[in-house]
């Protein structure tokens, strides 16, 4: 198992392999049915809305020994308790707090990823400080060394602002204001 000093993970000091067991654990530790209402676009979530939830986190898929990918993040995006961007609040009339947000995660941030999602869009990922489900097209798959290497750099820029404006280019649209 990783290094943990007080809230700061050291991914890198994880094992290559991690057993099954474990994972479901830490999945099971995020991934958990809440105790009192939820509301979805103004309706209460039922126990099939939950069933579909825990279908794709994918568990009786994963492998007795896991062998630890290690990703970057490229977008800004959250930490999900389930694989779905589904917003779901405590009260019926409530708006203010997306019940299955965990945490944000920024570009440049790295990661390990133990499992997939059955529908493949979604990885349950660790990083420096918290554990959750990431969007896939979110994270940049490396070796551990290239991620680890890149994030051990010297040489870098620190963005200061939540935006970058990029100099609009019509041919490609993927360079146009990165959050």
Same mark, same amino acid.
């Given at each position: 198992?990783g290094?943990?000093?007080?809230y700061?993970?050291d991914?890198?000091?994880?094992?290559?392999?991690?057993?099954?067991?474990?994972?479901?654990?830490?999945?099971?530790c995020?991934?958990?049915?809440?105790e009192?209402?939820?509301?979805k676009?103004?309706?209460?979530?039922?126990?099939?809305y939950?069933?579909?939830? +825990?279908?794709n986190?994918?568990l *009786? $898929? /994963?492998?007795?020994?896991?062998?630890i990918?290690?990703?970057? =993040? &490229?977008?800004?995006?959250?930490i999900?308790?389930?694989?779905?961007?589904?917003?779901?609040?405590?009260?019926?009339?409530?708006?203010?707090?997306?019940r299955?947000?965990?945490?944000?995660i920024?570009a440049?941030?790295?990661?390990?990823?133990?499992?997939?999602?059955?529908?493949?869009?979604?990885?349950?990922?660790?990083?420096?400080?918290?554990?959750?489900w990431?969007?896939?097209?979110? +994270?940049?798959?490396?070796?551990k *060394? $290239? /991620?680890?290497?890149?994030?051990?750099?010297?040489?870098?820029? =620190? &963005?200061?602002?939540?935006?970058?404006?990029?100099?609009?280019?019509p041919?490609?649209?993927?360079l146009?204001?990165l959050?």
């Amino acid at each position: 198992e990783g290094i943990k000093k007080g809230y700061i993970y050291d991914i890198f000091n994880e094992p290559n392999e991690i057993a099954k067991d474990y994972v479901v654990t830490m999945i099971n530790c995020v991934s958990k049915i809440p105790e009192g209402d939820r509301y979805k676009n103004g309706s209460k979530v039922n126990k099939e809305y939950y069933d579909k939830l +825990i279908d794709n986190m994918n568990l *009786k $898929e /994963i492998k007795d020994k896991i062998s630890i990918e290690y990703g970057l =993040v &490229v977008k800004r995006g959250s930490i999900r308790t389930f694989p779905t961007s589904d917003r779901v609040i405590k009260g019926e009339k409530e708006y203010d707090l997306d019940r299955f947000m965990e945490s944000a995660i920024y570009a440049a941030e790295p990661c390990i990823i133990y499992a997939f999602s059955k529908d493949g869009k979604w990885c349950f990922c660790k990083t420096y400080n918290y554990s959750g489900w990431i969007k896939k097209e979110n +994270i940049a798959l490396g070796s551990k *060394k $290239e /991620i680890e290497e890149y994030c051990k750099c010297k040489d870098f820029i =620190v &963005v200061t602002g939540k935006k970058i404006n990029l100099v609009y280019n019509p041919f490609i649209e993927a360079l146009r204001n990165l959050d």
